[in-house]
């Protein structure tokens, strides 16, 4: 991520923040309750823009869910081969 995307990242959720508060429920239909920590995740296809619609609040486990991808997956199961989980 650039400065810039970064930038742009931290207004957006300053903007979301400010005018609609802290996330405080899972919108997933999915949720299965693991979590009590919410979060505004944005919608996957919307630009990331100031507008409510283009975001829902998730909590930190549908959130994680919500954008796992393959690609990622692969990432994290490289920089963890040969760890010791304890």
Do not use: P
């Amino acid at each position: 991520m650039t400065k810039e995307d970064r930038k742009h990242y931290d207004s957006v959720h300053y903007y979301l923040k400010s005018k609609y508060g802290v996330a405080k429920k899972c919108e997933s239909k999915k949720c299965k309750k693991i979590s009590t920590t919410f979060q505004w995740a944005k919608i996957k296809g919307k630009d990331y823009d100031f507008k409510r619609k283009n975001f829902r609040q998730l909590c930190v486990s549908c959130h994680t869910l919500y954008d796992a991808t393959e690609e990622k997956s692969e990432k994290l199961v490289k920089a963890n081969t040969g760890k010791v989980i304890s």
